[in-house]
């Protein structure tokens, strides 16, 4: 492998891809600095929610460099600032807080003082999640302190924080015998542990809670009851809280959620019962909420009205149409999963085609999706994350078949370094990632990618 060039090295840290490690080690220290950097104080991560940190995976790049004093400087200050400010939340503090304990972990006195300190301010935050840091650091010690730090939070009226997962955390890893000793003895000389361990056993320890409001949960009623409802139902209540461009009936998804749970536990008569109204309304609203009895279920069967609303200026009913005609196998869903995929001139809509396919896939249906990905633009990046994850749900359910080139071709372009992971266990499994890839994978920023490729 030959260096990236500079636009290829930051594109690789955004992915996270293993090429970025491989450009550190064939460069000079110099040539990588400004952007390793930048790397590092902002958090390039493209969906946090789902993708692990990059902290390891970056400090690999700093020890590979051999200088990195000259990335720990400017990383422990940005987290002082940064801890200063509330609220102390969002991606570039925590990535910079996990940077600092992998600091800590290399005997770094400096950093643990502010791992430590930073902690004690967020004990009022909205999230202690930086709990798992300090028992990774300093084992059942760490355990303990974040119980005190639980405690006082308790005591200070800002409510309960459940760190039970970290307790059975530690007992796997240090013996749940030796962990239920160290916090008993912990409780006789410790108030503060034991206060959180009365709030813990008492009835309603989440009782003054400040941060979250009481959800209201849709009633749990028989699915046909909750048909006559919405199909009853004025909307007079109804206020658009979503983006016009987005999800314009944000504020009746939990009249849909209703209509969905009674569908998972409903009978087929109530299914046919709930699909023949969607068939008899014209109001959206209605058919927004309706279609949510199709979300985890089939439907009776395809119809071309059902099909057309994918054609509809609304994007919410677009999608739940989308979301729905996908968990049903009809060769006309299908037919309209191709027609929108090769249609001339490409229609604004036809990425869906991708989804559209997930239960009515037919094998040899990949030359369609490889043509259409090869001859069309996607029209922003939402479009794009929708046919990566309607093509992760084709691999999913067609196991047996192969989408080499598809995965091949998303691999290199998708933004985020789990759902990567799809495509190259899809690839080992069909034993065709190439040695190149293979060898990349090695050193990708998600673990799970590496454990795969390890194997392979």
């Given at each position: 492998?030959?260096?990236?060039?500079?636009?290829?090295?930051?594109?690789?840290?955004?992915?996270?891809?293993?090429?970025?490690?491989?450009?550190?080690?064939?460069?000079?220290?110099?040539?990588?600095?400004?952007?390793?950097?930048?790397?590092?104080?902002?958090?390039?991560?493209?969906?946090?929610?789902?993708?692990?940190?990059?902290?390891?995976?970056?400090?690999?790049?700093?020890?590979?460099?051999?200088?990195?004093?000259?990335?720990?400087?400017?990383?422990?200050?940005?987290?002082?600032?940064?801890?200063?400010?509330?609220?102390?939340?969002?991606?570039?503090?925590?990535?910079?807080?996990?940077?600092?304990?992998?600091?800590?972990?290399n005997?770094?006195?400096?950093?643990?003082?502010?791992?430590?300190?930073?902690?004690?301010?967020?004990?009022?935050?909205?999230?202690?999640?930086?709990?798992?840091?300090?028992?990774?650091?300093?084992g059942?010690?760490?355990?303990?302190?974040?119980?005190?730090?639980?405690?006082?939070?308790?005591?200070?009226?800002?409510?309960?924080?459940?760190?039970?997962y970290?307790?059975?955390?530690?007992?796997?890893?240090?013996?749940?015998?030796?962990?239920?000793?160290a916090?008993?003895?912990?409780?006789e000389?410790?108030?503060?542990?034991?206060?959180?361990?009365?709030?813990?056993?008492?009835?309603?320890?989440?009782?003054?809670?400040?941060?979250?409001?009481?959800?209201?949960?849709?009633?749990d009623?028989?699915?046909?009851e909750?048909?006559?409802?919405?199909?009853?139902?004025?909307?007079?209540?109804?206020?658009?809280?979503?983006?016009?461009?987005?999800?314009?009936?944000?504020g009746?998804?939990?009249?849909?959620?209703?209509v969905?749970?009674?569908?998972?536990?409903?009978?087929?008569?109530?299914?046919?019962?709930?699909?023949?109204?969607?068939?008899?309304?014209?109001?959206?609203?209605?058919?927004?909420?309706?279609l949510?009895?199709?979300?985890?279920?089939?439907?009776?069967?395809?119809?071309?009205?059902?099909?057309?609303?994918?054609?509809?200026?609304?994007?919410?009913?677009?999608?739940?149409?989308?979301?729905?005609?996908?968990?049903?196998?009809?060769?006309?869903?299908?037919?309209?999963?191709?027609?929108?995929?090769?249609?001339?001139?490409?229609?604004?809509?036809?990425?869906?085609?991708?989804?559209?396919?997930?239960?009515?896939?037919?094998?040899?249906?990949?030359?369609?999706?490889?043509?259409?990905?090869?001859?069309?633009?996607?029209?922003?990046?939402?479009?794009?994350?929708?046919?990566?994850?309607?093509?992760?749900?084709?691999?999913?359910?067609?196991?047996?078949?192969?989408?080499?080139?598809?995965?091949?071709?998303?691999?290199?372009?998708?933004?985020?370094?789990?759902?990567r992971?799809?495509?190259?266990?899809?690839?080992?499994?069909?034993?065709?990632?190439?040695?190149?890839?293979?060898?990349?994978?090695?050193?990708?920023?998600?673990e799970?990618?590496?454990?795969?490729?390890?194997?392979?």
């Amino acid at each position: 492998m030959s260096p990236l060039t500079r636009e290829a090295f930051q594109d690789a840290l955004r992915k996270g891809l293993g090429r970025a490690v491989r450009h550190v080690r064939l460069s000079a220290p110099d040539d990588v600095r400004e952007d390793l950097l930048n790397a590092s104080l902002h958090c390039l991560v493209y969906d946090a929610q789902c993708e692990e940190g990059r902290a390891p995976w970056l400090m690999k790049m700093f020890q590979i460099t051999g200088e990195p004093e000259f990335y720990r400087r400017p990383i422990l200050q940005r987290l002082r600032e940064l801890a200063d400010e509330e609220p102390r939340i969002g991606r570039d503090f925590w990535q910079l807080y996990h940077l600092v304990v992998e600091f800590a972990f290399n005997d770094d006195r400096e950093a643990r003082d502010l791992v430590y300190e930073t902690f004690d301010k967020m004990v009022h935050d909205e999230t202690m999640e930086g709990c798992d840091e300090l028992i990774r650091l300093d084992g059942i010690d760490g355990l303990l302190y974040v119980l005190a730090k639980t405690g006082q939070r308790i005591l200070d009226g800002f409510g309960f924080w459940d760190v039970k997962y970290y307790i059975e955390d530690a007992e796997e890893k240090f013996g749940k015998e030796t962990v239920r000793t160290a916090i008993e003895r912990e409780i006789e000389k410790n108030p503060l542990v034991q206060t959180y361990f009365e709030r813990a056993d008492s009835d309603d320890p989440y009782f003054d809670y400040p941060f979250y409001p009481q959800t209201d949960w849709p009633p749990d009623l028989p699915l046909r009851e909750w048909v006559d409802r919405i199909m009853e139902d004025d909307f007079s209540d109804f206020k658009d809280d979503g983006d016009e461009n987005y999800l314009p009936y944000y504020g009746l998804t939990t009249r849909r959620s209703g209509v969905n749970r009674a569908a998972r536990k409903a009978e087929a008569d109530e299914l046919d019962y709930a699909f023949k109204k969607l068939l008899e309304t014209d109001h959206p609203m209605r058919q927004f909420c309706l279609l949510g009895a199709f979300l985890s279920r089939p439907m009776p069967r395809a119809e071309k009205r059902i099909l057309d609303y994918l054609d509809t200026d609304n994007v919410s009913l677009q999608w739940s149409t989308l979301w729905a005609l996908s968990h049903t196998n009809h060769e006309m869903i299908r037919d309209k999963a191709m027609e929108l995929l090769l249609s001339e001139p490409a229609r604004p809509n036809w990425h869906y085609g991708f989804e559209l396919l997930r239960n009515s896939f037919r094998p040899g249906d990949q030359a369609a999706l490889e043509k259409a990905i090869q001859t069309r633009e996607f029209p922003n990046r939402a479009s794009f994350d929708r046919a990566e994850s309607g093509l992760r749900d084709l691999i999913e359910h067609n196991p047996e078949e192969s989408f080499q080139k598809l995965c091949r071709w998303f691999y290199e372009r998708i933004p985020c370094s789990r759902c990567r992971t799809d495509f190259v266990e899809h690839l080992v499994k069909h034993r065709t990632i190439s040695c190149e890839m293979l060898e990349e994978c090695l050193d990708d920023a998600c673990e799970e990618t590496r454990k795969l490729v390890h194997t392979a």
